[in-house]
């Protein structure tokens, strides 16, 4: 079969396209033939050698972890029902034409749901509904979004706005910001212009009671410098989560003074899920999206064989919402699909390159 191979860390061209054996399914296992593989943020960022501390990975290897396709083998005890169904899956090495999952690791994907939209659910579908909940995101809070326009921004975007809540998204340029508040915001920030951190507290606006203009939740998935400004827009006794690091380094917050403030804080560890939980969240998001009241937004589909170019654009920031994998056209049973029919989204900023800052 088909797999990219990252051969030694560093930029995407590290990613090459290599012939492998097949996996074999093992007992309580299966084969799925991969139709799309996810992409998040932080995979380009392991290719790149960072993350040595959270991430135990060497060179060579296949990225990856999120797909969408369909059973297309059974290992020993694994009931017959399973074979042809289309699922989502967590398997280790994801771009790949094949990969093998635990039969208790799927996800069964609703009739009305196509494969890519799946697949851009694995990882920021499960990351976004366990966000809310573990935040207790509530009817009457204001929350402020960093990385609105992104695979998972969108979504936090719209299952914010659907429990009630204040939504002020933050995102760069004016193309991403009105999809943004296409989705659901409330208001939105542009974090490109001086006094960002002034416009977002004014949206964010006061509540009952005469509180102060904050945000009750942050939610970061940049980090850095801009995730460190925003700590300063949490109310007294509110709650930010740096669950995002594309900046390279997750916000800097200092916890004394978020104890001084009674500021809960939350990370990226504290998003690692029970293999119970996981599946209800799965579930959960491809019921949502299957019923239309959740959009995951592609913003380009990528062959597997160009994976760099894929890792190239994530990197850029140029592609609103998701970069996904098409590794097998358009799976089995369903047309193939180009990335204008799901979302022609892509855009350059002004004085970027495809390199170019988050």
Not at 56 to 64: E, K, N, Q, S
Not at 111 to 132: C, K, M, N, Q, W
Not at 217 to 233: N, P, R, S, W, Y
Request: hydrophobic residues 45%; glycine residues 16%.
């Amino acid at each position: 079969m088909r797999a990219v191979q990252v051969k030694e860390f560093g930029g995407p061209e590290v990613l090459v396209t290599v012939e492998a054996a097949d996996p074999v399914p093992g007992p309580g296992e299966v084969l799925i033939e991969v139709a799309y593989s996810d992409t998040i943020f932080v995979e380009t960022q392991i290719r790149a050698g960072w993350g040595g501390e959270f991430f135990d990975v060497t060179p060579p290897y296949v990225p990856g972890g999120g797909v969408s396709g369909v059973v297309g083998a059974l290992g020993p005890e694994v009931p017959e029902e399973w074979l042809g169904r289309r699922v989502t899956a967590l398997v280790e090495g994801s771009y790949a034409e094949r990969a093998v999952a635990p039969v208790t690791a799927l996800t069964v994907v609703p009739d009305a749901l196509g494969l890519p939209s799946a697949a851009a659910l694995v990882h920021d579908g499960v990351t976004a509904a366990g966000l809310l909940e573990l935040t207790g995101l509530g009817a009457t809070d204001r929350v402020l979004i960093l990385g609105a326009s992104g695979g998972m921004g969108t979504l936090l975007v719209q299952l914010a706005h659907a429990r009630g809540a204040r939504v002020v998204g933050a995102a760069r340029g004016a193309e991403k910001l009105a999809l943004v508040r296409e989705l659901g915001a409330d208001a939105v920030v542009d974090v490109t212009l001086p006094g960002w951190t002034d416009t977002a507290r004014a949206a964010l606006g006061g509540g009952a009671g005469g509180r102060p203009k904050a945000a009750d939740l942050i939610l970061d998935g940049v980090g850095g410098e801009l995730g460190l400004a925003a700590f300063t827009l949490t109310a007294d006794g509110g709650r930010f989560s740096a669950h995002g690091a594309p900046t390279g380094g997750f916000s800097p917050v200092d916890p004394a003074e978020a104890r001084r403030r009674a500021v809960t804080l939350f990370g990226i560890t504290d998003v690692q899920f029970t293999p119970a939980d996981l599946h209800r969240h799965t579930t959960t998001a491809l019921t949502e999206a299957a019923a239309g009241r959740l959009r995951p937004v592609i913003g380009e589909v990528f062959p597997l064989d160009r994976a760099a170019e894929a890792h190239a654009a994530v990197e850029g920031r140029g592609v609103v919402g998701k970069v996904v994998l098409g590794v097998r056209g358009g799976g089995i049973g369903e047309p193939p699909v180009r990335a204008s029919a799901l979302a022609p989204r892509r855009v350059r900023p002004s004085g970027t390159t495809l390199r170019g800052r988050p």
